[in-house]
């Protein structure tokens, strides 16, 4: 289960993303950037970034840890902005936070090179739980201590949009020609051998536990939340053993240089940074 924390102040909105996220502090003296059951895309998202972030982590992908957190819509009080006040008015109760990682910076494919084994992890993955939001348009992605980082998984799992046609959905292939990290030349066979094996149903089951009950019930055509979690660990174990099998991947995959300036690549230097200590493997 995710840790809970009780926001204790709104600091700003974050104008970037569609569903206007906001930078919270809480009562763990954490700063998050927190994501509102009251936004236009509705509570799913935060089912997903629960759901895909859970799992990314458990494959040893750097994704920023995720909380519970309570909001009082009272701290955004002297918040000026009328949009913003009136999506804290609707989101009272129980949110989503994602560690906020001050200093980091967005993803840039001229700026940053990436090895083609990370590059294959995160392509195998955001095929796993068909990521269609890590474009070279809108990379989700950010430099931090100079490793990559994974961010916004709300625009996964499409099926769960529509649970009659799931297990068609999940079975079909996943177009990564315009991936963020196609440039790399991403090593598909690689991470499939990896990490495929991990993705188990008890892994699976673990991290649909981690979703709150609240942001599961009354979905049409399931008597329960455990029938709903269930669901989501059905669609998602068989496409973790066939999907490498179905990425397409259109145009050239060779890896390109960083034409970032001299500066700035003493700083973003290719994955795994020099300056950590990794494992045999390559993890931090």
């Not at 970037?16 to 799913?44: H, N």
């Not at 990314?56 to 006040?85: C, F, H, K, N, Y």
Request: net charge negative; charged share 20%; aromatic share 8%.
């Amino acid at each position: 289960m995710l840790d809970e924390v009780v926001a204790t102040r709104y600091v700003t909105p974050l104008r970037e993303g569609g569903s206007l996220p906001g930078i919270v502090e809480a009562d763990d003296l954490g700063t998050y950037v927190m994501k509102f059951t009251g936004a236009g895309q509705g509570r799913k998202t935060l089912v997903a970034e629960v759901i895909c972030g859970q799992l990314g982590r458990s494959l040893g992908l750097r994704v920023p840890d995720l909380v519970q957190i309570q909001l009082d819509p009272v701290i955004g009080l002297a918040e000026p902005d009328q949009e913003v006040q009136e999506l804290l008015k609707a989101s009272g109760g129980l949110n989503l936070g994602m560690d906020f990682l001050p200093g980091s910076i967005g993803f840039d494919s001229l700026a940053y090179q990436v090895d083609p084994v990370e590059a294959g992890r995160v392509v195998w993955f955001d095929a796993l739980i068909n990521n269609v939001d890590r474009s070279w348009r809108n990379p989700n992605m950010l430099i931090w201590h100079g490793d990559l980082w994974l961010i916004d998984h709300g625009a996964t799992m499409i099926w769960h949009h529509n649970w009659p046609g799931a297990q068609a959905s999940a079975a079909k292939p996943y177009n990564a020609s315009d991936h963020a990290l196609a440039p790399f030349a991403p090593d598909i066979a690689a991470a499939a051998a990896e990490l495929a094996p991990l993705v188990t149903e008890e892994l699976l089951t673990e991290v649909a536990a981690d979703v709150p009950d609240e942001w599961l019930v009354d979905e049409p055509g399931f008597d329960s939340t455990d029938e709903l979690r269930r669901a989501y660990v059905e669609a998602l174990l068989p496409r973790a053993a066939t999907i490498h099998e179905r990425i397409t991947m259109e145009g050239p995959t060779e890896p390109k240089p960083s034409q970032a300036p001299g500066w700035l690549t003493e700083h973003l230097t290719p994955w795994p940074h020099p300056t950590k200590k990794h494992d045999k493997d390559g993890r931090p």
